[in-house]
């Protein structure tokens, strides 16, 4: 007679074992209907699963974060048999779900084309209207591996072997399709739904790695409902628009070529938009008491092993070996370096806080295949600071800045920030009571600033915790660009020490802060944001003249130069084309400001003035004109 506990506090008793479909509909219709799994004492289970025991229960639906998990999972699934059965030769390798959606890798010698996904996408319609039971089945590992291996599926039977002998293992039947998986799944292909589409196709290696085979990755998006997928789809039209690659080749900003994978070829205009954020980065840190420096990009390979990078992050270093024989690495991060110059001369505790700033360059490896626009990248730059603190000053120095992080994110339009907070990692250096400690620190500093957070488990830094700041964009995405990460590993490691008010060495806690994290990164974050129209502060050519007629072109110049005089990035545009499609033309390269001048502006010495997205054009001074467009650049709204 298992007692069954809903997270209300009730208890429902059942003469005999049960399993989740039963509890549900005992509750209501309306539940057992949107019912597709439970969570039994924390774990997830299938509504066809079998409950013999007293537990906690809690019915997951399909509107809830479990529950689209659960949908995206089975999508994959579905996808699966789809391709199986139009491509029998086809081998299926792993399907998991993902954020907004899922995949599924197989091995086929002819590529995927546009027309196979709608194709594919058709037959998954026809498996979910067949509503095909989905069963758990349990089998003993090496029978499942002979199965696979019978059927010509050696990619499964691989990963099965990979399994420890003796271990049972769960695998799934929908129709004639097979496949392994932990599970829950739904009850049938039908509760899956029709609010799913397929989306593209990439290459993908064999477990990742390289040096395998190349397979290939279809993507699916699936949701609750069709309005929900609706409004995805809507969502990717409109990032698609909003693509800073895209717009980078319109507005002239930067470049990638295959030579440099990963890294930026900037244009002058994206560069003065690179520099600008450098330079606003400088003022906020000067002001908040940090000392700028500057370290070496390539470092003995002895220094990167003696901070713990070595063995936690080696794979994703740049190295190198002289004809010595020394071995060096591209920096990946800033913080040995700041802790060199901490180092040098005795720092007393009356010196403390002391904080250090960096606008250094990092190298780090990617795949060929993550790698994507600015977004990832191999080679980017960090506004990196470091806080060497006592402990008692982790507090304060934190509320510190995270009020400057959410102050900066606000200039730039990001009002909606989000905190995570992020503890110890499996591999990670340093003792459990250490790691206690800084988790402690960082949690109070939370606490006392009073701000909203939610927990991240096991993403912090290889040696500490970390908060991390996401911002949501226009469009509803997020992005993680800030951390603060409190360290008291690192310091020890590489022998930082202070002076305290006893008169004895010892070891400072040191805050790692990011604010854009990487520059490049963040400058397309922000170029989709805005969908390239950038306030006029960070505008990289600000103000264009144009000419109506021929007979204003010396007055657009001496416009031009007026506007330059006050510290206005401007151009003109003296070309003997209509004023239509010269405006057009700067509209569509995002200028944030059109001056339009012909012989009545000659005549008055006034401008027209018109806004990048507007129609309308106020007719102003020349003088009212720079003084207001001046304003408005120093206000950096």
């Known amino acids: 007679m298992p007692n069954i506990t809903l997270p209300d506090g009730s208890v429902r008793q059942f003469d005999a074992a049960t399993s989740g ?35 906690q229960l809690e019915i997951v639906t399909r509107d809830t974060d479990d529950g689209l998990e659960l949908l995206r999972h089975d999508a994959a699934h579905v996808l699966a048999e789809a391709v199986k059965e139009l491509w029998p030769d086809t081998q299926v390798t792993i399907g998991p779900a993902i954020e907004n959606g899922f995949y599924y890798d197989f091995a086929r010698a002819e590529p995927f084309t546009d027309e196979d996904l709608a194709i594919i996408e058709k037959r998954m319609q026809d498996i979910v209207n067949r509503d095909e039971t989905i069963e758990r089945e349990v089998w003993d590992r090496d029978e499942a591996v002979e199965f696979f291996r019978g059927i010509g599926e050696e990619y499964k039977a691989e990963i ?60 699916g998006t699936a949701w609750s409902n069709p309005k929900q997928l609706r409004l995805y789809l809507q969502r990717l039209e409109e990032a698609e628009k909003r693509d800073h690659r895209r717009l ?114 990092c190298h780090r490896y990617e795949p060929s295949g993550a790698l994507h626009g600015m977004m990832r990248v191999r080679a980017f730059t960090q506004d990196d600071a470091h806080i060497f603190c006592t402990a008692e000053q982790i507090t304060e120095e934190s509320i510190a800045v995270c009020r400057q992080l959410l102050e900066i994110y606000s200039a730039f339009g990001f009002d909606d920030v989000r905190i995570k907070f992020a503890d110890r990692p499996d591999v990670r250096v340093g003792e459990d009571a250490v790691w206690d400690q800084a988790e402690a620190a ?14 991240n488990p096991g993403e ?3 040696y500490g915790p970390k908060l991390e700041f996401v911002l949501r964009d226009a469009i509803g995405r997020d992005w993680q660009c800030g951390t603060l990460q409190v360290d008291l590993n690192m310091p020890g490691r590489l022998g930082a020490t202070y002076i305290g008010e006893d008169g004895d060495k ?13 520059l490049e990164r963040f400058t ?17 050519v600000q103000v264009r003249v144009l000419t109506i007629t021929s007979d204003a072109n010396d007055y657009a110049e001496e416009v031009t130069e007026a506007l330059r005089a006050a510290g206005l990035r401007a151009e003109s545009d003296i070309r003997n084309e209509k004023i239509s499609y010269k405006v057009r033309e700067h509209s569509v390269e995002k200028i944030p400001v059109l001056l339009a001048v012909g012989q009545r502006e000659v005549d008055e010495r006034n401008v027209a003035m018109r806004r990048l997205g507007s129609k309308q054009q106020s007719v102003l001074s020349l003088e009212d004109a720079i003084a207001n467009l001046s304003r408005e650049a120093q206000e950096r709204r």
């Open 460 to 462: 912090g830094a290889f």
């Open 248 to 361: 980078a080749k319109v507005m002239d900003l930067f470049h990638f070529q295959e030579e440099a994978p990963g890294a930026v070829f900037w244009h002058p205009k994206g560069w003065t938009l690179f520099q600008s954020l450098i330079g606003f980065m400088r003022e906020q840190q000067a002001a908040a008491g940090y000392r700028e420096v500057n370290t070496p990009e390539i470092m003995n390979r002895s220094l990167w092993e003696a901070s713990g990078h070595w063995q936690a992050f080696g794979d994703n270093m740049f190295t190198t070996e002289t004809v010595d024989g020394r071995q060096y690495a591209i920096k990946p991060m800033n913080c040995p370096g700041h802790i060199q110059v901490f180092k040098q001369g005795i720092t007393s505790y009356r010196d403390l806080p002391l904080r250090l700033a960096e606008f250094g360059k």
């Open 524 to 540: 397309g974050i922000l170029i989709e944001h805005h969908a390239g129209n950038l306030p006029l502060w960070l505008a990289p």
């Open 160 to 219: 099965i072997a990979s399994i420890p002998s003796g271990e049972s293992i769960t695998l799934y039947r929908q129709g004639d399709f097979i496949d392994l998986c932990r599970g829950p799944h739904l009850p049938s292909t039908g509760k899956l739904g029709t609010a799913f589409k397929l989306t593209h196709v990439s290459g993908a290696y064999w477990r990742g790695d390289s040096n395998n085979e190349m397979l290939q990755r279809v993507y």
């Open 506 to 518: 010892h070891t400072p806690v040191m805050l790692h802060r990011a604010i854009f994290g990487s």
């Open 21 to 55: 479909a039963e509890i549900a509909a005992s509750i209501g219709k309306g539940l057992a209907r949107d019912a597709v799994a439970v969570k039994v004492d924390g774990e997830m289970y299938d509504l066809t699963r079998e409950i013999g025991s007293d537990v």
């Open 442 to 455: 960082l949690l109070k500093a939370l606490e006392v600033s009073g701000l909203e957070y939610t927990h």
